[in-house]
């Protein structure tokens, strides 16, 4: 069945108003019926310490034993069922080709209309090989020399990078203000940089890392209408998006500018731990913006995408919301276990409560443990941290703590740096 947009709302529209047991046509080519079905249940399993150690990903490998790792966003938990058994049957079949990423775009398509009421147009979306390549080459379609980028500190470390060094644009950076509670947009801030003539993209991470803000609809709304007063274009890194957790409405930014020209850059990348396999993908809603982008980029970034990862990307998005739904409610159990951890073995230590996703931003600052409170915690706890200061000018003092893990071993980290601290 070709894709039409026409043909995705006959079958989108009664999905999302008479529940989830609807097939996807077009997806019948990727080899049988698909159903999703997010009310069935899923459990997880953790890996144990052993079996983790046995990882060659990069947050197993980059310490020594004697130190547990907290860092780089990767999750300990064993991976989803139904994309374990589509990656090997994959290497059974000797499957190991050159990616056909369009059937992801569609998944997407379902993941998103069914999960946040979303319908995206696939024949807007572009394969990549993964989220950061995706927002350079965005940066780079629509961006001239001489232009600026707005970024709010503190922010994922690559993002500072990404414009400076891929892009070679300039970095204006509006740090997220206090507002007593939790970090959030200064938009007076936001209104003064807009209005520089060389400042052209705003690039949001929503929902925030580090902080784990999720932006509220009207926020979004508010930020859409700065942006189009100023003619800036909004890029969303929405990457984090599907762990928002229950009860915190996410709203996808392409979904709140109408037809403001936007761009969001998403992947199953996070939310089912897959990064290593690579695929990502690029999102407008406008039509000049994607042909844009189709012309621009280099075509191998358009055809970066892993055939593995497309094929791990294509079962996520339609066969695994059960289990997406078991990470989420266990990563928001985590989040209160940290606080109550904190409060037992590191009362000075402020968090935020976050929204979603499995990062912690950790106010080290009345410990008096230095710039840089990871290097602290590393030679003293052996527990390895992000260091604060490497999200921008805002983080000096703080870390970042990945509890994507088990309560067993969160209890350990915690009460190894408690141990140091005292
Ligand atoms: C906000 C954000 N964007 C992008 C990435 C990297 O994604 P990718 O590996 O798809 O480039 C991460 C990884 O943690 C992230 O937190």
Redesign the pocket.
């Known amino acids: 069945m070709v894709w039409s947009w026409d043909s995705a709302l006959v079958h989108l529209q009664p999905r999302l108003a008479h529940g989830p047991d609807i097939e996807w046509p077009s997806a019948r080519t990727n080899g049988g019926p698909l159903v999703c079905n997010p009310e069935q249940v899923s459990e997880l399993s953790f890996e144990t310490l052993d079996q983790l150690r046995q990882r060659r990903s990069a947050k197993w490998q980059a310490f020594g034993p004697d130190v547990i790792p907290a860092w780089v966003?990767e999750m300990d938990f064993s991976m989803a069922p139904p994309i374990s058994k589509a990656l090997h049957a994959a290497i059974d079949r000797s499957d190991t080709g050159y990616a056909w990423p369009e059937a992801v775009g569609e998944a997407l398509a379902v993941f998103a209309a069914t999960r946040w009421r979303w319908l995206l147009d696939p024949t807007n979306v572009i394969p990549v090989a993964?989220?950061?390549?995706g927002v350079g080459h965005t940066l780079i379609a629509l961006t001239q020399p001489g232009d600026a980028v707005v970024i709010n500190s503190p922010v994922?470390p690559p993002f500072f990078t990404t414009v400076t060094n891929v892009a070679h644009r300039t970095v204006v950076d509006v740090p997220l203000v206090w507002d007593g509670v939790r970090h959030v947009l200064d938009f007076e801030g936001l209104e003064r940089e807009f209005a520089r003539p060389e400042v052209t993209v705003y690039l949001m991470?929503s929902p925030q890392?580090p902080t784990g803000l999720v932006f509220s609809r009207s926020v979004l709304v508010q930020v859409s209408e700065l942006a189009a007063a100023h003619g800036v274009i909004v890029v969303a890194?929405e990457?984090?998006a599907p762990m928002t957790y229950p009860g915190v409405e996410f709203s996808p930014y392409l979904s709140v500018s109408g037809d403001r020209p936007a761009v969001s850059v998403i992947?199953a990348?996070?939310a089912w731990n897959i990064?290593g396999l690579k695929c990502?993908q690029v999102i407008t809603n406008d039509s000049e913006i994607a042909a844009l982008l189709r012309a621009r980029m280099p075509q191998e970034v358009q055809h970066g995408a892993g055939h593995l990862g497309s094929i791990a990307a294509f079962v996520a998005y339609t066969e695994g919301q059960p289990w997406l739904d078991a990470v989420v409610a266990h990563l928001r159990e985590q989040a209160e276990l940290l606080k109550s951890l904190l409060a037992t073995h590191l009362p000075l230590i402020h968090c935020e409560q976050p929204m979603a996703s499995y990062l912690a931003w950790l106010d080290c600052r009345a410990m008096n443990l230095g710039e840089d409170p990871a290097a602290f915690f590393l030679e003293h706890a052996r527990v390895a941290l992000n260091s604060g200061p490497t999200f921008g000018p805002t983080g000096t003092d703080f870390v970042r703590l990945n509890f994507a893990n088990a309560p067993e071993l969160l209890t350990e980290i915690i009460t190894r740096m408690g141990g140091a601290a005292r």
């Open positions: 966003a993964d989220v950061l390549t994922y991470c890392n890194d990457i984090h992947s990348s996070k990064a990502a």
